[in-house]
């Protein structure tokens, strides 16, 4: 048994109370018999003599014999009381502790923007606490807490507890501290519980403290909230305080977070009482991020920009990102775009049509908006290589249709393209007219491995010999070519005509599924070719300079006629562009431009032999276009670079820690990509460590580029290398850098709901500036901490025991003469 010791009988037993201390009892005995044993004692006792009393004396009312029994019992339990040897154990205690934690972190210097009537009720709270009121900074405001009203906050804990006050940074302690306990060699009268300290200089040591405060500027480099509440509660292990008082904005950046340190707190039985600083409403900044570009072009092509916009306090709004070429005023293309909710971030697409050859930076940049307070991050640079180089093209037919006859015209009238034709049922005289025109298909390997991209329209193969088809099947798998195959579908042969050929391999459909239209049903209703998501992605497709154009022009084409109905594709195929009524068994639109890769090469099939209808009311325009266009997307590997056969890239050199890392490899030569969608390994090494394996996919924008994520890593540098067959003995390889938290400033949001978490988690509570008023009323009283043993007072041998007991007996006496009784 235990508690505190009332003050009158502290002054029964002769102590003088002192103001920062109290006393707590408890009960000593040298009781050797076990509970249950004393228990049965106790029970016979008490019936033994209640029964003798009834039974005696009947002379004499039931309620007088009962209460006589009391009175023998009583006595008894005074002589069990002295064979006990009962004795009063004093300790004296001293008075909980509060912590005051104060973030010091430069992320407090961040003046938030509030609404004009909030404002004007917090200016002329800094202005009583003596500070500068026009910087509404959450130091201002921590300071505010502090200092108003004589630092009466302050005065208040040091009233009632000991104080400790600790600035965030490393959880220094400020000058002043609560006086060091007194020794437990120390004897001296005690009083219960907080009580108020007599006037003494404790509070002129508050005040110094509160001068501390007032002169002290934030210079913090990173915050450690988990760590500094860690630190309080570990040097206060011997003696829990009542509660720790954070006053931080909650934003952490190193160590662990604040909710481990509740963890701990809780497992103490020690609440965090948190008062938040600063608005949590989000910090208004707009973020450009993950910018793809090609490096290498062919001049005229059109080249897509593709990046990330990332916002937060601008939901909603429009904004518009712009190209300009580096130190060039011009705007070379724009893009209009929503910002989406606070850190999801949109795609946003420039197109760009270079007209000239040569190496250019280019810059992507949106506008700052009103309350950004970073705007490096607003701009984003690439270097890109625009180039002129030949394209040879071999275009086979078996009969002059009108694809065949307006593409070999278009094609001879380019300068970029060198042409060659075979039509298979041509005169020999018409071949020695046209300059570009081959009297039979290249039989020899090397001379058609000196071809780009081969256009393999409706012809016979019955003309081709098996070793031609073998050449052209190499032409495109093989790795050391990984040429283009264009198939064109025509009434007569293609593809049905090619079904148990080597070619059936290439072709991104089952042959067997196709279907033709009726030879002797005229077609007389039209349908415009309505490009897919992907095939808008890829360059080829890019009518326009910009997407909306883009999609227009297809939108304004001339309808087509003849379709070959493909309802069933490999797996793999990829649909560019499709019919927009007509659906397969499956449910899905039939295709009318379809893609597939092949070993190191590109397959692309045309369900329809009229793209020349879209000469009709412009002229070669769109025809020409989206031809030479395609042309020079499946002809990209004449643009590799000599560098090495593939390029490792990153989209930063320098990551903040608990960032990812997003790698893309690019293959300069696409013929050396890999076959499979996940075919590329990036090693990725820290030294000292163990390297990770990262596996990165295709993606939609090219064959040859793969792109992955390095999720999250550890502070440090890092040497990344490509560990795929085609880069052996060169692979390619780039450092970049995991840096320790820079920044106070990369993140300077209130974090209201980690704050929230911790006050609940650990049964304390939280606060705004506006409610922080009630903290010292919330404070709870804490537990005594117990500084020493007094002294062990016996009681079974003090004459009020003996006085007590001698009254007992005289009593009962009395009373059984009284009673009639022997």
């Given at each position: 048994m235990s508690g505190t010791l009332p003050s009158w009988i502290e002054r029964l037993l002769g102590f003088e109370a002192k103001s920062e201390e109290g006393t707590i009892w408890s009960l000593e005995t040298t009781w050797i018999w076990p509970p249950w044993v004393t228990l049965l004692f106790v029970i016979f006792s008490v019936m033994f003599v209640v029964a003798i009393y009834l039974r005696e004396g009947r002379s004499s009312t039931r309620p007088y014999r009962i209460f006589l029994a009391v009175i023998r019992l009583s006595v008894m339990a005074v002589v069990l009381l002295m064979i006990a040897q009962v004795a009063v154990s004093l300790q004296r205690t001293g008075l909980p502790y509060v912590a005051v934690v104060v973030d010091d972190s430069l992320s407090m210097t961040i003046a938030d923007r509030y609404d004009p009537k909030l404002r004007g009720q917090l200016v002329p709270r800094v202005e009583q606490a003596g500070?500068?009121?026009?910087?509404?900074?959450?130091?201002?405001?921590?300071?505010?807490?502090?200092?108003?009203?004589?630092?009466?906050?302050?005065?208040?804990?040091?009233?009632?507890?000991?104080?400790?006050?600790?600035?965030?940074?490393?959880?220094?302690?400020?000058?002043?501290?609560?006086?060091?306990?007194?020794?437990?060699?120390?004897?001296?009268?005690?009083?219960?519980?907080?009580?108020?300290?007599?006037?003494?200089?404790?509070?002129?040591?508050?005040?110094?403290?509160?001068?501390?405060?007032?002169?002290?500027?934030?210079?913090?480099?990173?915050?450690?909230?988990?760590?500094?509440?860690?630190?309080?509660?570990?040097?206060?292990?011997?003696?829990?305080?009542?509660?720790?008082?954070?006053?931080?904005?909650?934003?952490?950046?190193?160590?662990?977070?604040?909710?481990?340190?509740?963890?701990?707190?809780?497992?103490?039985?020690?609440?965090?009482?948190?008062?938040?600083?600063?608005?949590?409403?989000?910090?208004?900044?707009?973020?450009?991020?993950?910018?793809?570009?090609?490096?290498?072009?062919?001049?005229?092509?059109?080249?897509?920009?593709?990046?990330?916009?990332?916002?937060?306090?601008?939901?909603?709004?429009?904004?518009?990102?712009?190209?300009?070429?580096?130190?060039?005023?011009?705007?070379?293309?724009?893009?209009?775009?929503?910002?989406?909710?606070?850190?999801?971030?949109?795609?946003?697409?420039?197109?760009?049509?270079?007209?000239?050859?040569?190496?250019?930076?280019?810059?992507?940049?949106?506008?700052?908006?009103?309350?950004?307070?970073?705007?490096?991050?607003?701009?984003?640079?690439?270097?890109?290589?625009?180039?002129?180089?030949?394209?040879?093209?071999?275009?086979?037919?078996?009969?002059?249709?009108?694809?065949?006859?307006?593409?070999?015209?278009?094609?001879?009238?380019?300068?970029?393209?060198?042409?060659?034709?075979?039509?298979?049922?041509?005169?020999?005289?018409?071949?020695?007219?046209?300059?570009?025109?081959?009297?039979?298909?290249?039989?020899r390997r090397d001379e058609l491995f000196s071809y780009d991209v081969i256009i393999l329209g409706d012809a016979n193969p019955a003309l081709l010999s098996p070793s031609?088809?073998?050449?052209?099947?190499?032409?495109?798998?093989?790795?050391?070519?990984?040429?283009?195959?264009?198939?064109?579908?025509?009434?007569?042969?293609?593809?049905?005509?090619?079904?148990?050929?080597?070619?059936?391999?290439?072709?991104?459909?089952?042959?067997?599924?196709?279907?033709?239209?009726?030879?002797?049903?005229?077609?007389?209703e039209g349908f415009m070719v309505r490009p897919t998501e992907l095939g808008l992605d890829s360059p080829a497709m890019q009518l326009g300079d910009d997407p909306a154009q883009t999609q227009a022009i297809w939108h304004n084409l001339s309808p087509l006629y003849w379709l070959l109905e493909i309802p069933e594709l490999k797996p793999g195929a990829r649909v560019l562009a499709e019919h927009p009524t007509r659906r397969g068994q499956d449910g899905q639109p039939l295709p009318v431009i379809c893609m597939q890769y092949v070993g190191a090469g590109k397959v692309v099939l045309h369900a329809t032999d009229e793209t020349w209808r879209w000469r009709q009311r412009v002229g070669d325009v769109f025809f020409a276009r989206y031809w030479i266009q395609m042309l020079r997307y499946l002809s990209r590997s004449k643009l590799a670079d000599r560098g090495g056969p593939a390029v490792l890239t990153t989209d930063r050199r320098e990551y903040a820690h608990g960032d990812s890392v997003r790698l893309r490899v690019r293959f300069s030569d696409e013929r050396l990509a890999p076959a499979e969608d996940d075919g590329v390994v990036v090693v990725v090494g820290r030294q000292g460590h163990k390297t990770e394996r990262v596996q990165l996919h295709r993606a939609t924008a090219g064959r040859g580029i793969f792109e992955g994520v390095l999720t999250r890593p550890p502070v440090g540098k890092y040497h990344a290398w490509v560990a795929t067959a085609a880069t052996e003995g060169r692979a390619a390889a780039i450092d970049f850098s995991v840096l320790a938290p820079p920044g106070e400033f990369e993140r300077v949001r209130v974090d209201t709901a980690a704050m929230q978490q911790a006050a609940e988690q650990t049964g304390g509570r939280y606060y705004t500036f506006a409610t922080a008023n009630r903290l010292l009323e919330d404070l709870p009283p804490g537990r005594q901490v117990p500084i020493g043993l007094v002294s062990r007072i016996p009681l079974w041998n003090r004459w009020p025991v003996l006085l007590l007991f001698l009254i007992l007996l005289m009593t009962e006496w009395i009373l059984r003469k009284l009673g009639g009784m022997v």
């Open positions: 500070l500068e009121p026009a910087e509404l900074s959450r130091w201002n405001l921590a300071r505010t807490l502090l200092l108003t009203h004589d630092a009466a906050l302050l005065k208040g804990i040091a009233g009632t507890y000991k104080l400790r006050t600790y600035f965030l940074t490393g959880a220094r302690p400020a000058t002043w501290r609560a006086p060091p306990e007194p020794s437990s060699a120390e004897s001296r009268p005690e009083t219960s519980g907080p009580v108020v300290p007599e006037a003494s200089d404790a509070e002129a040591e508050v005040l110094a403290l509160a001068e501390e405060i007032r002169q002290l500027k934030p210079t913090g480099q990173s915050t450690r909230l988990g760590t500094a509440v860690r630190d309080v509660l570990d040097e206060l292990r011997g003696s829990a305080p009542a509660g720790v008082v954070l006053l931080t904005d909650g934003i952490n950046t190193e160590g662990p977070p604040l909710a481990d340190a509740a963890s701990l707190a809780r497992r103490r039985g020690v609440p965090l009482l948190i008062v938040g600083l600063g608005s949590d409403q989000p910090v208004k900044d707009l973020h450009l991020s993950d910018l793809l570009v090609d490096p290498l072009v062919f001049v005229d092509d059109v080249v897509n920009f593709e990046l990330n916009l990332t916002g937060t306090g601008f939901e909603g709004t429009k904004v518009t990102v712009v190209l300009r070429e580096q130190s060039k005023p011009d705007v070379l293309a724009r893009a209009e775009a929503t910002v989406g909710p606070d850190g999801q971030p949109q795609q946003v697409r420039l197109a760009h049509r270079p007209t000239e050859v040569g190496r250019f930076r280019y810059v992507v940049e949106v506008e700052p908006q009103e309350g950004e307070l970073q705007t490096d991050n607003n701009r984003q640079e690439r270097t890109v290589e625009v180039r002129k180089e030949k394209i040879r093209v071999l275009l086979v037919q078996a009969y002059p249709s009108y694809e065949f006859r307006f593409l070999r015209e278009m094609l001879r009238r380019d300068e970029t393209i060198e042409l060659s034709t075979v039509l298979q049922e041509a005169d020999p005289e018409s071949v020695g007219q046209d300059p570009s025109a081959l009297p039979v298909f290249p039989v031609i088809m073998q050449n052209l099947v190499d032409f495109v798998d093989q790795s050391g070519k990984g040429g283009a195959l264009v198939l064109i579908a025509g009434a007569r042969y293609m593809p049905s005509a090619y079904r148990d050929t080597p070619l059936a391999r290439l072709m991104p459909v089952n042959i067997g599924s196709v279907r033709y239209p009726n030879p002797d049903q005229p077609i007389t």
